[in-house]
């Protein structure tokens, strides 16, 4: 998926087929890319707090934007310092969204269980590193 739009309808899509008991993890999350990503991504977010699916969120800085979300319903936010170029969010059990927020923004969304399972188990290693 190309540009902003591609971005947004691969989270959408990713989105759908998630359920209540499932939960979005995302690795690698920065302030440090186009404003309009991140007024995305906050724009975005009371979708997924209206159905109650918890997000878990890996920031590589402490910033207003870390805090921004750590302050939503259903979203906990910890801090692993180093900026990476590339976020990946794993969505319920069968979808991994690979992001790249450098020009031109592209994204690759993955529908496959076993590459889930492999970055949600990536995830929970590097959160247990994380601070609040």
Same mark, same amino acid.
Not at 27 to 34: A, C, R
Not at 48 to 52: E, L, N
Not at 59 to 76: G, I, L, P, V
């Given at each position: ?18 359920? /209540? ?5 995302a690795?690698? #999350?920065? /302030?440090? $890319?186009?404003n309009?990503?991140?007024?995305? *991504? $906050?724009g *975005?977010? @009371?979708k =997924?707090? $209206?159905? /109650?699916i918890?997000? $878990?969120?890996i ?18 936010a =910890? #801090?692993?310092?180093?900026?990476? @170029? #590339?976020t990946?969010d ?13 020009e @031109?923004?592209?994204? #690759? ?14 995830f929970?290693?590097? *959160? /247990?590193l994380a601070?609040n």
């Open positions: 998926y190309l540009g902003l739009r591609g971005l947004k309808t691969a989270v959408n899509e990713a989105f759908e087929s998630i359920d /209540k008991n499932d939960e979005i993890l690795m690698g #999350v920065t /302030k440090f $890319k186009d309009k990503i991140n007024e995305f *991504w $906050k *975005w977010s @009371p =997924r707090v $209206k159905k /109650k918890v997000a $878990k969120h920031f590589s800085e402490k910033s207003d934007y870390f805090h921004a979300f750590k302050n939503m319903k259903y979203t906990q =910890r #801090v692993l310092k180093g900026v990476t @170029p #590339v990946v794993v969505f319920g059990k069968d979808k991994v969204l690979i992001l790249n927020y450098k @031109p923004i592209s994204c #690759v969304l993955i529908h496959d269980k076993n590459t889930a399972i492999s970055f949600r188990q990536f929970y290693q590097l *959160w /247990k601070k």
